[in-house]
């Protein structure tokens, strides 16, 4: 029996359901709020200096920091999260979606404190929910500008690229965060990865044994001493052996009557 089986059995209960939809509702009604004037990113931020002084909402409530978009892409980044975080609740269950997310945001919370000073972020968080739903769906299609379409998994390669980017580029703080947001990623598909590597390798060596065996099966039959030619690169010739040559070297027709017999003592020719 697995660990996150075991874990499953003892806190299944304490699951929620359609989790997706919750986040999502929290943040729209923080980014509503904020278009009325009232901004509450300062009081639901995490800063883990204000945790330590007694602000412990805000290791909750930063998950309802909408992500910084424009009005237009931001309704698009909430459909697509509680549509692929429908998708994997519904793949893995209730317990372990919310178990994925639980990680992502676990390893946020360590990541604030190692920099108490400086604001958490959760705009990778969204990031981790579609790469796992890139990860298991490869093929799905995404209409760019509702045009043009795309499989998730280039999409995902590039989201991939893009944290690479920034963990050279962007200060500690924000490497971290990026992370602690693939954390869950690493723990639920990490396994997986790597046994598809050792399976590739694998393969990658066999289709070279065959390869090297058809190779060994296809070696000629017959090889002019002269020029080369073989029964296999020139079928139309023939081939015929020297019986006044040492060890009765192998002509084709071309030489068989135009080459300078091998002996023992010279046995290029």
């Known amino acids: 029996m697995s660990l996150l089986t075991r874990l499953e059995r003892l806190f299944g209960r304490l699951a929620i359901e359609n989790l997706s939809l919750y986040l999502v509702i929290g943040q729209v009604f923080v980014f509503l709020l904020a278009m009325l004037g009232r901004d509450l990113t300062g009081l639901i931020a995490l800063q883990a200096d204000h945790v330590v002084a007694g602000e412990f909402w805000r290791l909750f409530t930063f998950v309802f920091e909408p992500p910084p978009s424009s009005p237009v892409f931001i309704v698009f980044e909430w459909y697509m999260f509680y549509l692929m975080g429908g998708a994997l609740e519904h793949f893995w269950g209730v317990f372990r979606y919310n178990f994925f997310l639980f990680i992502g945001w676990l390893f946020t919370v360590v990541a604030a ?5 400086v604001a958490a972020t959760n705009v990778f968080a969204g990031g981790s929910v579609f790469l796992a739903f890139a990860y298991l769906n490869p093929d799905f299609e995404l209409l760019i500008f509702f045009i043009l379409p795309l499989k ?3 999409i995902a390669l590039i989201q991939w ?3 690479a ?3 050279i580029v962007e200060p500690w703080p924000a490497r971290l965060a990026i992370l602690a947001s693939i954390a869950n990623f690493l723990v639920f598909f990490g396994r997986d990865i790597v046994q598809r590597a050792r399976h590739g390798r694998r393969r990658m060596v066999q289709q070279a044994r065959q390869f090297s065996a058809q190779n060994d099966e296809e070696e000629p039959r017959h090889r002019c001493h002269t020029c080369g030619k073989t029964d296999l690169t020139h079928p139309q010739l023939e081939f ?3 019986s006044k040559c040492a060890g009765e070297e192998c ?3 071309e030489h068989i009557g135009n080459h300078v017999h091998t002996t023992v003592a010279d046995p290029k020719g």
């Open 113 to 117: 404190f190692l920099f108490p000073h």
């Open 165 to 167: 980017f920034l963990l």
């Open 240 to 242: 015929r052996y020297c």
């Open 251 to 253: 002509y084709c027709s």
């Open 152 to 154: 998730i998994k280039w």
């Open 161 to 163: 690229l893009g944290y």
